[in-house]
């Protein structure tokens, strides 16, 4: 692909967002993305076909970003413990992060996990491969006992990923992603337990 086309297919990705958020997916049209992006229908159906496409372009993009920043937490030369817990709060505060980013686009995209889901698919592979490398990590390194680390990273993503929804909702009610205290305790948990330590 040409650097034109790419930039091209970023900018009505990006556009289509913005209505999305604005004013949400539901009352923006292929006309409205075409107009706001100072491109023609012909050339916005050129790379989209639907605003079905669209969206789930829209909603890649804001995986990528996050994903991207869970890969960069598992590049850094860091001891697996810290790096688990880096990984933990780069994840809360991406997902936060996004919410602000989208405004009214996360509407949708409460109404419509089934369609989120099957977009994420592929970024959930790389999420679980992340996971699992800073378990093995870990478990090289002496600091985590964990016996089967598949297992566990799975367990692990199913966790975070059933904590976005709260978190965000969270966002939407109020709470400010500036304010770690959710973070710290979705942390102290995960790491601490709910068991007492001597």
Same mark, same amino acid.
């Given at each position: 692909m040409s650097e034109a086309v790419v930039k091209t297919r970023e900018r009505l990705i990006d556009v289509a967002r913005q209505l999305f958020a604005?004013?949400?997916?539901?009352?923006?049209?292929? #006309?409205?993305?075409?107009?706001?992006?100072?491109?023609?229908r012909r050339t916005l159906y050129t790379y989209f076909k639907?605003?079905?496409? &669209?969206? #789930?372009?829209?909603?890649?993009?804001?995986?990528?970003?996050? @994903?991207d920043s869970l890969e960069a937490v598992a590049k850094k030369k860091l001891p697996a413990d810290?790096?688990?817990?880096?990984?933990?709060? &780069?994840?809360?505060?991406?997902?936060g992060k996004a919410v602000y980013r989208n405004g009214t686009l996360r509407a949708s995209f409460f109404r419509d996990m089934r369609r989120v889901e099957s977009v994420r698919k592929? @970024?959930?592979?790389?999420?679980?491969?992340?996971?699992? #490398?800073?378990?093995?990590?870990?478990?090289?390194?002496?600091?985590?006992? &964990?016996?089967?680390?598949?297992?566990?990273?799975?367990?692990?993503?199913?966790?975070?990923?059933g904590m976005e929804i709260p978190y965000i909702r969270g966002i939407i009610n109020g709470f400010s992603p500036s304010d770690n205290s959710q973070e710290n305790s979705v942390i102290d948990l995960l790491f601490k337990g709910i068991k007492k330590h001597k």
């Open positions: 604005r004013i949400g997916v539901d009352n923006t049209t292929m #006309n409205d993305i075409a107009k706001a992006s100072a491109k023609g639907s605003k079905t496409e &669209i969206y #789930n372009a829209v909603v890649q993009s804001e995986l990528k970003i996050l @994903y810290e790096k688990m817990v880096e990984y933990t709060r &780069i994840r809360l505060e991406s997902t592929a @970024y959930d592979e790389r999420d679980f491969k992340v996971l699992l #490398n800073i378990l093995q990590e870990g478990i090289e390194q002496d600091v985590f006992d &964990i016996s089967d680390p598949a297992k566990a990273a799975i367990i692990l993503q199913s966790l975070m990923k």
